[in-house]
């Protein structure tokens, strides 16, 4: 079954103007997906997708035929868009069925070995997702909106070491088949297979300090 990367490049970030593209060590961070799914010689195709023409002239000129380019509709393009509205709108006119690996493009510590261990892991399952450990217990959050703390258990005798352990997504790979994908309309069910990455690896950029501790692990560790 054919295998493909896709990559998907918004335009428009309110939390950091022109994220995807905003130089991190030297070069638009977009790149740096690419540059792993490229590296990763799993690829029969490499997907990039944006509702920017300059987004994706600016990955055309770095990477040219190595890649297709697919222009995205404003409204699967929204802070409000799914998921599952974008990669409907990219499945659309595709008949065959195919395994896809969608990769984002704000978690640029993913590394090569982390896309074959993610192949190597998708067997007997619907979807792979990957996850890091949760830092502090679950039981820990709490809702500010209510404008008052619950009761907690959290008292002299609490101990973080008796609490369970508690995973996330981490935001730098899914996995799953068209044709399942577009059934489930999501990666998260019964049938989906956890990829446990380490720390270092899953930080996901969302704002400028986010950016900055990634580009400093990056510099020392990648």
């Given at each position: 079954?054919?295998?493909?990367?896709?990559?998907?490049?918004r335009?428009?970030?309110?939390?950091?103007?022109?994220?995807?593209?905003?130089?991190?060590?030297?070069?638009?961070?977009c790149?740096?997906?690419?540059?792993?799914?490229?590296d990763?010689?799993?690829?029969?195709?490499?997907?990039?997708?944006?509702?920017?023409?300059?987004?994706?002239?600016?990955?055309?000129?770095?990477?040219?035929?190595?890649?297709?380019?697919?222009?995205?509709?404003?409204?699967?393009?929204l802070d409000?868009?799914?998921?599952?509205?974008?990669l409907?709108?990219?499945?659309?006119?595709?008949?065959?069925?195919?395994?896809?690996?969608?990769?984002?493009?704000?978690?640029?510590?993913?590394?090569?070995?982390h896309?074959?261990?993610?192949?190597?892991?998708?067997?007997?399952?619907?979807?792979?997702?990957?996850?890091?450990?949760?830092?502090?217990?679950?039981?820990?959050?709490?809702?500010?909106?209510?404008?008052?703390?619950?009761?907690?258990?959290?008292g002299?005798?609490?101990r973080?070491?008796?609490?369970?352990?508690y995973?996330?997504?981490n935001?730098?790979?899914?996995?799953?088949?068209?044709?399942?994908?577009?059934?489930d309309?999501?990666?998260?069910?019964?049938?989906?297979?956890v990829?446990?990455?380490?720390?270092?690896?899953?930080?996901?950029?969302?704002?400028?300090?986010?950016?900055?501790?990634?580009?400093?692990?990056?510099?020392?560790?990648?």
């Amino acid at each position: 079954m054919k295998k493909v990367a896709i990559i998907l490049i918004r335009k428009d970030s309110k939390g950091l103007v022109d994220k995807n593209i905003k130089l991190f060590c030297g070069r638009p961070l977009c790149f740096y997906t690419i540059d792993v799914a490229i590296d990763s010689k799993e690829f029969d195709e490499i997907w990039i997708s944006s509702d920017s023409e300059e987004y994706l002239n600016l990955c055309k000129g770095e990477y040219g035929k190595s890649c297709k380019y697919i222009k995205r509709e404003k409204e699967v393009s929204l802070d409000s868009s799914t998921t599952y509205e974008t990669l409907e709108f990219l499945f659309k006119d595709v008949k065959e069925n195919f395994i896809f690996m969608n990769l984002q493009v704000t978690s640029p510590l993913r590394k090569v070995d982390h896309i074959l261990e993610a192949f190597e892991l998708f067997k007997n399952c619907n979807h792979l997702v990957s996850f890091s450990k949760l830092k502090i217990s679950k039981s820990l959050i709490m809702n500010k909106e209510l404008g008052y703390l619950k009761p907690s258990c959290h008292g002299g005798n609490y101990r973080r070491q008796d609490e369970p352990e508690y995973i996330y997504p981490n935001g730098a790979i899914w996995m799953s088949t068209k044709n399942k994908y577009l059934r489930d309309k999501t990666f998260y069910t019964n049938r989906t297979k956890v990829y446990e990455m380490e720390k270092i690896y899953s930080y996901d950029i969302d704002d400028e300090l986010d950016f900055k501790i990634c580009e400093s692990l990056y510099m020392k560790y990648i």
